[in-house]
Nanobody, 123 residues
């Protein structure tokens, strides 16, 4: 299983960004996918996740209403659309996958991780 994130960038506060997670070696309709982030000097935290089927989603309170997770099973891709970005959204964003039916924002539940993509939100 391989997980590769992309799309991180430097954006101004209030801006938008779409992160992509390419997964291979698994079928998205059997795996939960989670997005996590780690800010400098802080522990990694859950941002959002999506069930394998039928695709129910979950969001952290800190991003609810500003973030949307969705997937394209035909491309084995999962996306994190972020808007109204704030400086405290800055961090390395990770995509993770594992084979369970109900996604959770708990990193210890996920076995497969990408290397992360950097998101920096300036004032």
């Amino acid at each position: 299983v391989h997980v590769v994130e992309s799309g991180g960038d430097l954006v101004q506060s209030g801006g938008s960004l779409r992160l992509s997670c390419a997964v291979s070696g698994l079928a998205l309709d059997s795996y939960a996918i989670g997005w996590f982030r780690q800010a400098p000097g802080k522990e990694r935290e859950g941002v959002s996740c999506i069930n394998p089927h039928p695709g129910k989603t979950l969001y952290a309170d800190s991003v609810n209403g500003r973030v949307s997770i969705f997937r394209d099973a035909t491309k084995n891709m999962v996306y994190l659309q972020m808007s109204s970005l704030r400086p405290d959204d800055t961090g390395v964003y990770y995509c993770a996958a594992d084979n369970f039916p109900y996604c959770q924002l708990a990193e210890e539940k996920y076995s497969y991780w990408g290397q992360g993509t950097q998101v920096t939100v300036s004032e």
